[in-house]
């Protein structure tokens, strides 16, 4: 089994993002909000970079970095272009996900690994309108074809990316194969195989770019080779559905993280501009406005190093809580709620020192305010995350 490949929690992150190359980023992320359009020159730069491979081992010719390094690196991603950073985290899911796997010397998405560092961008088509079983269970039909690949048929929202996936993930149940067995099959479609319609409905208060459009699935068909796992349905210990949950939660939170970070930035540029014509001195020397700024900063310190501990656990396989990867459930679920939530606490400070500026729709911060927003929409939501922890702390309901 290959090494662990983690760091020291104080070892500098390696980066791939260059300031230059955020600065571009940044220049074009009010214009998509703007007119609702898709990030596609951002998305081209990124590729040209080798960032969509940035957590490909070199030796499948990527970057190699770890979870944390990668975390780290759409935090700043965010800072500049949140819609950007939020659709390109799915494709980071799925790298991150074969990436799990590689390491713990499962070669089954190695696949994968490659086809990324080739310049294949991929898509999570997981979500599902009510269902709030996420991946332990699934509207969505998985018909057998007989030859061991499956053609899916149900509806996806929130599928970040949409016009620029080239492979998709989907889950469905197949409840043909043996019905006192039903199974929910995970699977990879491709763009050119059809079977599948992308709707044009994507016009929402903010995370505009991300194109985060309805997916509905007509017979698009994943063979064989592309099935990953026939799982049972509920709660599982899966190294894949592990590599899901960790990947996802740990990433999700790093983009609204660099949200948070960037927000306070700008509200610390602006207090130092603006001037009180009571007493003629910047708002930084306003008592009340220093205490604002400060209960931003003390709550956006508290969960850098959360992030990086949570993130480096994973990199180095250890599960301080159970041993058996069950606790990751808990502390990545926690790091995702505390962070989203936190952030959002964040802002609202930034937006409040910084004056009624930032209510117009030119503002950054106005875009951040609404970007933000996203995160409680995204599993694992709050109720579901108490859930998770309850059951961790007093067991399972009776």
Request: net charge negative.
């Amino acid at each position: 089994m290959p090494a662990p490949s983690a760091a020291s929690p104080f070892t500098p992150p390696r980066q791939i993002l260059t300031e230059e190359l955020l600065e571009t980023i940044r220049g074009r992320a009010a214009t998509h909000d703007r007119e609702n359009s898709f990030f596609t020159e951002d998305l081209e730069d990124l590729k040209a970079t080798g960032y969509l491979a940035a957590m490909v081992p070199e030796h499948l010719g990527g970057a190699g970095l770890t979870l944390r390094e990668a975390a780290r690196e759409q935090a700043r991603l965010a800072g500049a272009a949140p819609a950007t950073a939020l659709a390109v985290n799915m494709h980071h899911v799925w790298v991150g996900v074969a990436r799990y796997l590689h390491e713990r010397g499962d070669g089954s998405l190695d696949w994968l690994l490659t086809e990324a560092a080739r310049g294949e961008v991929f898509g999570f088509g997981y979500s599902e309108a009510g269902n709030d079983l996420v991946l332990l269970g699934s509207r969505t039909q998985a018909r057998p074809d007989g030859e061991g690949g499956y053609a899916f048929h149900g509806t996806k929202i929130f599928t970040s990316n949409s016009p620029g996936w080239t492979r998709l993930g989907v889950m469905g149940l197949d409840e043909e194969t043996d019905p006192d067995d039903p199974r929910i099959v995970h699977a990879f479609i491709t763009r050119d195989g059809g079977g599948f319609e992308i709707k044009d409905d994507w016009d929402t208060l903010g995370m505009r770019a991300s194109q985060s459009c309805t997916t509905v699935l007509d017979g698009a068909h994943a063979p064989a080779d592309r099935v990953l796992r026939r799982i049972a349905p509920g709660p599982s210990l899966d190294p894949y559905v592990l590599g899901i949950f960790t990947s996802f939660e740990i990433l999700l939170a790093s983009v609204y993280l660099g949200i948070a970070d960037r927000a306070l930035t700008l509200a610390v540029e602006t207090v130092n501009k603006r001037r009180s014509m009571k007493t003629g001195k910047t708002y930084a020397q306003d008592p009340d406005i220093r205490w604002r700024i400060a209960t931003a900063a003390l709550a956006l310190d508290g969960l850098w190093p959360q992030l990086d501990m949570v993130a480096g656990e994973v990199d180095a396989q250890v599960d301080v809580r159970s041993g058996s990867g069950a606790g990751y459930f808990r502390s990545t679920a926690g790091l995702k709620v505390r962070v989203t939530e936190t952030a959002r606490q964040v802002v609202d400070e930034a937006i409040r020192c910084s004056g009624g500026s930032t209510y117009f729709n030119r503002s950054e911060l106005g875009r951040l305010y609404r970007d933000v927003l996203a995160g409680i929409f995204h599993p694992s939501d709050d109720e579901s995350a108490h859930s998770t922890v309850a059951q961790s702390v007093l067991g399972p309901l009776a």
